[in-house]
């Protein structure tokens, strides 16, 4: 552990009033996993409270997971709604969760991250029961569409917020490891969500929603316990202009185009999958399921042995290889022809993705000047959101226009697209500063 002391200045002449001394920071409580325990894992021993925020990240997952992703599934198959209105859906409620992670990172370097991670969690539980109440007594599609699409925006105050917390917590060196712990929150929270709704399956839909509104309150009762990482003095209000400052940053408008492509391809493993493994594959709601708990498991299993890996490779060179490797997978999902064969092909697009996610969490920070992590956090999340916006829209057209396996071969160009785009991005721009264990 590093030392946290430092001597103190000699005392001020006594005809000068000395200046009141700053309270000593307490020393930082540092966690990792016991060799003896996994020996394959090594990461860096990491800030407690960036385990702390993982276990946030694992509730807010799970509560979501027993019922959001299931939601295209149980309107089109069980109300007969069709896939291009649930397309359209999707894409205004990404569009909500694009514009407000954009905001919600401005919002937090200027009131502080703690008070907009928790608000928005607290609101987003009670939108939970709010839809779970809609499903229940038969409302319209325009007033659970509504409520999905809120929901949607108050998604969007949770990831900017949280990687900005993340960053401040953790060294450059540690921010890999710190942004896979996080996402193995997340992750274990896909294992428990689609577990519980298989378990649930015979049970009435709306019902599982009042299970999770209350279960992910518990959320903002453990962000209460990080305290604020916000810069001592942030800068005034931003005004417009400023806020489209990082146009003027060109590899991190490279890096934004890369992703956005990656993340137009990303997302139809969380939209367009559930709905074509139903209508097309012929899949039920727990074989669906099974779907997600294998995306999930893996994450589990083999993010955190896979830091070693990604600083062995480097950022730049992992998001190329990554959005290749999506390529493959998604392009094979236009092969699958029943539950194992799209099993197959979500565990390749799940090792894509254990290696990308916290190359680009890590990178973006890194990017970033110190005063505006959360900004550039959240302009990354609107880039991410409106891919993800217009990414179901274009699904759901390919789909029903050219046909439910051919969608997959042209939605796959995306990774090559993207994959070039990093390829193109500056080399110099790695996240992690050179060192003998770290390439770019």
Known sequence: ???????????????????????????????????????????????????????????????????????????VVDRGISVLRIGGLWAMSSAGCAAMQWVAGHLADRVGRRPVLVAGMIVRSANLALLGYALGHGA????????????????????????????????????VAAFSLHRVGSSLGWVAGPLVATLAASADFSLLFYVCAPFTLLAPVLAMFIPETRPEKPRQT???????????????????????????????????????????????????????????????????????????????????FGSLGYT????????????????????????????????????????????????????FGLFQGAAQTIGPVLGVFLLETISPRGAWFALATLGLAAAWLYRAAKPGSTTLPPSGALRP
């Open 140 to 175: 319209s599609f325009g007033v659970i569409g509504l409520l999905t699409i809120i929901n949607g925006a108050l998604r969007g105050f949770y990831d900017p917020v949280a990687w900005a917390v993340v960053a401040s917590l953790a060294s450059r060196e540690e921010r």
């Open 1 to 75: 552990m590093r030392a946290t002391d430092t001597c103190p200045d000699a005392a001020p002449p006594v005809h000068v009033a000395a200046a009141p001394q700053k309270r000593a920071a307490a020393p930082v409580r540092r966690v990792t996993i016991p060799a003896g325990v996994a020996p394959v894992i090594q990461i860096p021993a990491m800030d407690v409270r960036i385990w702390l925020l993982a276990a946030v990240r694992f509730v807010v997952t799970a509560g979501f997971a027993v019922v959001m992703p299931f939601l295209a599934m149980h309107l």
């Open 238 to 320: 931003p005004s417009f202009f400023d806020m489209l400052a990082f146009a003027g940053d060109p590899v991190f408008l490279r890096f934004l185009f890369a992703s956005f492509a990656y993340f137009m391809l990303q997302t139809q493993m969380y939209h367009m999958m559930s709905v074509f493994a139903a209508k097309y594959v012929g899949l039920g709601r727990a074989q669906v399921g099974t779907l997600f708990t294998l995306n999930a498991i893996l994450v589990v299993m083999l993010q955190l042995p896979a830091v070693q890996w990604i600083r062995k490779l480097g950022t730049a060179k992992t998001l190329v």
């Open 328 to 379: 493959v997978a998604f392009a094979a999902c236009g092969l699958a022809f029943n539950h194992a064969s799209l099993l197959a092909c979500v565990g390749l697009i799940t090792l894509c993705e254990i290696m990308t996610a916290p190359a680009q969490q890590a990178r973006v920070t890194a990017l970033a000047p110190p005063d505006k992590v959360a900004r550039y956090t959240g302009i």
